[in-house]
Every structure is written in structure tokens, then in C-alpha cells.
């Protein structure tokens, strides 16, 4: 707003072409929903109306882009949400790609949905779509977690799946991912989210699409799946833990407002968990998500009130679920700090791993993301099997060949890919009570375990800095910076390893070539600075590694890890003045 000559504030002007956009956009939306709420914002901006005017600014300020983690962002109209006519245009691309790019008569195309606000529309209009356009089509019955449909799409032998979920992400929020599978797959790929070339021949034929209110729409033709496909999965999964092996543990569940209680409460029960309490509070779906300010339980605060709980209940175990329960987290009473934390996601990723070689004989090659933990390395090759490390999430991570288990540092694990070949937080929440029940039979804790593998391997301690931005701009800028000019040092150790992943990661890992810059000292601190693929940040991990000396007791352990948390907190503030954040 400017002043006028009489000394008032003129009102803020629409721009015309912006107008006519939004008025296109109203005329092709086939929601009444969304066509009603655009139509409202755009008289509020023609008023003058700041924040309407800012509010059409962004959702026509480009258009989700569909990559390799589908398409995720903010519901509303318009090309930059997430709406029927974008996800309208996303199915019909994707049939297009089946039926022409790969030229797969009749595909078979397996379709989920989480409870989230919009999520079972827009997986009927999915259906509706890809049925009209001559593939074969089932679709869940009920909303369901994620891993049901990674599961489906090599259980049923689909070409395809597709999940309307956003995970983690805020109430706000929504999103679509894509798997590949039977006939669109190579065996290492089926039921795997999709990687270039696939996401760049599919985001093209998404761009041919003509207007949304011209796709064709079947009104029947799908076939519902229902229970049947549960009951199998549980079925697969819950051959996992060993029967004979001891059940007795106290365990506390949390849903976090997701699909995911359900599933996870049949499996323990199924598997001999019989003392499980949960979190009533976030037990049943609700796309609200009243009790937390962000659905992670990473997230600060998400997980307290599975704490208070396992607190009162005197629990051995928390386990916690995102809400599409695809994440697992895990929470246990460390005798360092006198309370409960929870496990880090490389913590658990190490005693999933070390479990399931010592307990279950996996034999195979074991995946890490390029950002997770080295420590996993050691343990595997100290068994005398393979350590594979991968570009950062699981459509990178489950293509490892021979893969038999793998994870990610954000609490994502895969533990049967011949199962479920993705993260799947059920399958790995039975792993995690198998782990809790043993060391209780066994007059232990998986602290315990832990500073054992620390003894034999070195205590490797893992952190964040996750700088959020609002321009987007920023974080190529920090990138350029940190190239130029990238520190010297690490925690006063000089760095002996500086590479730039997008030229490939020959030296140190051997990938292909990625967004990201990874720092190696002498000391072995190692730091991997990239930006997030699914947030609007410029993500740093950390990792340093300590000797821990033989015979070391406990309370000279709970020195060397609180030693190793002020090295973090150290390596934190020097890579913020390295990216100029100081």
C-alpha cells in the first residue's frame, strides 16, 4: 500500500494476469470445494485484501512438482497445492505412463489413503481416473498405513501403487506417492518409490494433461480391497520374531493421531505382546492432530505424553509410530541421564541391525543412508557381512542388491524387504519389542547393548542442524558458501575430506551424483551438509567418534557420551558460522 495525495493508504491491487489465472483456475477446478474457496479469497484480494492477495500469490507462484517423493505441499486451489485437479492430473499422468511410456496392457494399480482431510477423495478420484483410462484398479476399503500398500503392490504383483498420505507433515498438509512394481519394475525396484527416469517420464506426462475438468472419470469398474490384504500382512510380518523367545515386557504405543494403531496393537497382540498400553489420547485417527504442534515424534514435545505414561506404568519400552506409520521411534530409560529419552535414529538403526544378525542369522547386505550412521558399518562388517551406503531415502536405500535390512538416521527402517520393500514402522516396532524382551529376560537394556557396541566399535554420536528457510534462494546461497569457502577444521582437527556429492561421491562412497558436501577429519568427524528433498531446509549431519577404553564402567560412559554431546553442540555452532547463520 502507497500513500495518495490526500495522505491515505491506496488499497493493494491484484495483478490482472494473476486474476485471470485465478479466474481459469475456478472454471476448470472440478471440486466445488476448492472452486467456492478461490472464488471467496479472490473478492476478498479484488477488495484490497492483503492476505488474500498473498495467499493467491503463492498457490499460483509455480506448481508442485512431481519428483521422486511424488507430491506433497499445502491443500488448497490452485497449481501450487495439493487439490483434486493437481491430484487429478498426477493419476491421469501416471496411467498415461503406464499404458504409453511402458506400454503395460491393462496395469494394475494398487491405491491407499491415510485419514488425513482430502486423503479418501483423492484416492477415489484415482481410481475413477486410471479405471477410465484402462487400468486395473484396487483400491483400500478404509484408510490404512503406508507400508500396507508397499506391501500390496509385490504381494499382488501391481505395476504400480499410489498412497495419499503426507506422513509426518503438518495438518495443512497433503501429498501422493508413487511406487513401481511388477512389469514397471526391475526386481530390485518392485514396490519401491519411483527414481528418475520414471519420476521425469511421469511429471512429463503429467504436463501433457489437458484441463483437469476434461479427464475422463469412470463411476465404477475398481475393485475394493478389504481386510483380506491386512490379515496377509500381518501374516508376513509377524513371522519375524522368533516364537519361543521371551515375551514379557511392558510396552506403551503411541499412534500419533494416525492409521497406524490399529495395525500395530493386532501385530504385538499376534506376536505375544500381551502387556501394551496406549497413549488413548493419540490412539485413533484425526487429521487435526490435537495434541501435538508437529507429527513427528522426532519432534520436541510429540512424544511426552507416551513418556508420562510409561513413567506412571513403569514401561521397559516406548514405541511410537508417524502418522502413516512408515517411522518407527524408540524411547527407553537411560541410566545415564536418570530418565527416559529416546533412541536416536541411528541408535535404533544399529541394535535393529545387531539384532537381527545375532538373534535372526541375517545373512546379506546391510544399506545406510550416505547421512546415517557409520556405526552400522562396523557392526556388520564385524559379523562378516556387507555394509552398503546409499543415497539419502528409501528408494535409494531398498535397491541395494542383496539387500536384507536397511534404514535411514529419520527413524525409517526396512527389516523384511522381501515384505515390504520400504520403511515400515509395524514390522520394525515387533523387532524393537523382541529387542526390549530379551534384555529384560536377559537382566539387561538396550542402553546396555548399546555401550557394548560402543566398547567394541567406538562410541559414534550423531546429531542435526536443520536451518528452515522462507526464501528458497537461501539455501543454494549457503551452499555456494560453504563450497568456496568450506572449514579447515572439524572440532580443531583438520579436515582431510572435502566432496562435492553432486560431481559423485567416487572417493569415500562411490555413489552417483547428488546435491550434498561431505567434511572428513582426521579425527574421523564426519559432516554431510544437503538440502532437504521434502522441506524447505539445508539439513547438516553430524557425527563424531570416540575410543571408548576397556573396562570402561558405567559412569565413566556416561562422561564419554556427555562429552560427545558437547562436541556436537561444539561441531553445531561451528558449521552455522560456516554457512554464515552464526
Known sequence: MTPDDGGTTSPALLDPALHERAEAWIA??????????????????????????????DAFSGELEFGTAGLRGKMGPGPN???????????????????????????????????????QDFARASAAILTAAGCRVRL?????????????????????GIVVTASHNPPADNGYKVYLGGRAADANGRGVQIVPPSDGQIAARIAAVGPASAIPLAET??????????????????????????RQVRIVHTGMHGVGTETALAALARTGFAEVRTVAEQADPDPDFPTVSFPNPEEPGAIDLAL??????????VIAHDPDADRCAAAVHDEHLGDWRMLTGDELGVLLGDHLIRRHGYEGVMARSIVSSRWLDRVVQSAGLEPAATLTGFKWITRAPGIVYGYEEAIGYCVLPEVVRDKDGLSAALVVAEMAALARAEGTTLIDRLDELAAEHGLFATSQLSI???????????????????????????????????????????????????LLSAEDTRVVVRPS???????????VVQHVPAGTSTAEMTRLRSRSGERLDQLQGELREALGQS
Request: hydrophobic share 40%.
Open 28 to 57: 476448470d477446478d472440478p471440486d466445488p470445494a476448492t472452486r467456492a474457496a478461490l472464488t471467496s479469497r479472490l473478492e476478498q484480494a479484488l477488495a484490497g485484501g492483503e492476505s488474500a492477495i498473498e495467499e493467491i500469490t
Open 81 to 119: 497445492r495439493m487439490n483434486r485437479a493437481v491430484v487429478s492430473r498426477a493419476a491421469r499422468g501416471l496411467a498415461d505412463h503406464l499404458l504409453g511410456d511402458l506400454s503395460l496392457p491393462e496395469p494394475l494399480v494398487v491405491i491407499g489413503y491415510d485419514a488425513r482431510c482430502n486423503s
Open 140 to 160: 483400500l476399503q478404509r484408510h490404512g498405513p503406508t507400508p500396507l500398500v508397499a506391501f500390496a503392490v509385490r504381494h499382488l504383483e501391481a505395476d504400480a
Open 221 to 246: 469398474g475398481w475393485e475394493l480391497l478389504g481386510d483380506q490384504l491386512r490379515e496377509d500382512y500381518l501374516a508376513a510380518i509377524c513371522a519375524l520374531p522368533d516364537p519361543d523367545g521371551p
Open 308 to 317: 508420562d505414561l510409561a513413567r506412571t506404568a513403569e514401561a521397559d519400552v
Open 468 to 518: 528452515r528457510v522462507e526464501d528458497l534462494a537461501a539455501i543454494p546461497a549457503m551452499m555456494r558458501q560453504l563450497r568456496t569457502a568450506p572449514p579447515t577444521q572439524l572440532l580443531g582437527s583438520a579436515v582431510t575430506t572435502t566432496e562435492d556429492l553432486s560431481e559423485g561421491s567416487v572417493q569415500t562412497t562411490g555413489l552417483p551424483p547428488t546435491e550434498g558436501l561431505l
Open 533 to 543: 528433498g521434502t522441506e524447505p531446509k539445508l539439513k547438516c549431519y553430524l557425527e
